[in-house]
């Protein structure tokens, strides 16, 4: 079997400190984290950022005083800013954790049905912000919510915004979304082109299904207090916990960890720009 990359979605938008203590949110509790989890055997980290009152945000600043702690404290792994929606709508805003240069960084490749909103991303802004990526060329993570996202992410290749081989992270599990199914993991898989890579993400209860599901079908594995608040018994999880659980599975079964240099020759990334991000 391939080396098994884990992903650590740190933070997110939506969980707090009331919901769960063990949530980083500063950049030194972030960064901590970090090096707790690679030290466990993760080796990427989709990283959100948070503002001095704890609101999601994609100031440059914020992400900037984030990544300086992170490559003080685990300078070998793999930064994935994240562009989400939920700090911002504006285009250029949520451009801007791609322009300082990370080694990835997030592209939801569609909009869909999220509790209590729409997940907007409009074709123009799909265009605008594919562009931006072909202009850095920092390696896009397509976020697929659910099959369509899939023909986007073509749509834009054809464009020559995007190019191939293509890193999808399947998200499985969310309301208004593909439920957490073998199938549609399966399905999912099957929809994209030789040579890809992908990860698997089940939101909630689904986490550590999903990812069992995707270490036994050789792909890769995300979890985090971004998607899910608990462990398999019922406990309230912690990030290096999560990654704990996983590296478990993966060794029960048979499968290797990455290294940060071994997931970076599995992603396609550049070694040499590792250390790239803008920092001031």
Known sequence: ???????????GNVPTKQMNPNLPVTPEEIASDVARCADAGATVFHVHARD?????????DAFQAIVACIKRKAPDVIVQLSTGGRASKDWEERANPVRLLPEMGSFTTG???????????SPQFLEFL???YHETGVKPELEIFETGMIANAFFLEKKGWLHPPHHFNFVLGAPGAMPAMGRNLCFLVDSIPPGSTWTATGIGKSQINVATMAIAMEGHVRV??????????GQLASNPR???????????????????????????LDPSRKDRVLLA
């Open 130 to 132: 594919a562009q931006v």
């Open 1 to 11: 079997m391939e080396k098994l990359i884990i992903t650590v979605a740190l933070t």
């Open 52 to 60: 001095e009152a704890g609101k999601p945000t994609l100031k440059r």
């Open 242 to 268: 999560l990654v704990e659980v996983v590296a478990t599975i993966a060794r029960a079964v048979g499968r290797p960890i990455a290294s940060p240099e071994e997931a970076r020759a599995i992603l396609g």
């Open 224 to 233: 985090g207090l971004e998607d899910n608040q608990y462990l398999p018994d």
């Open 111 to 121: 909009s869909n049905n999220l509790p209590g909103m729409v997940y907007e991303n």
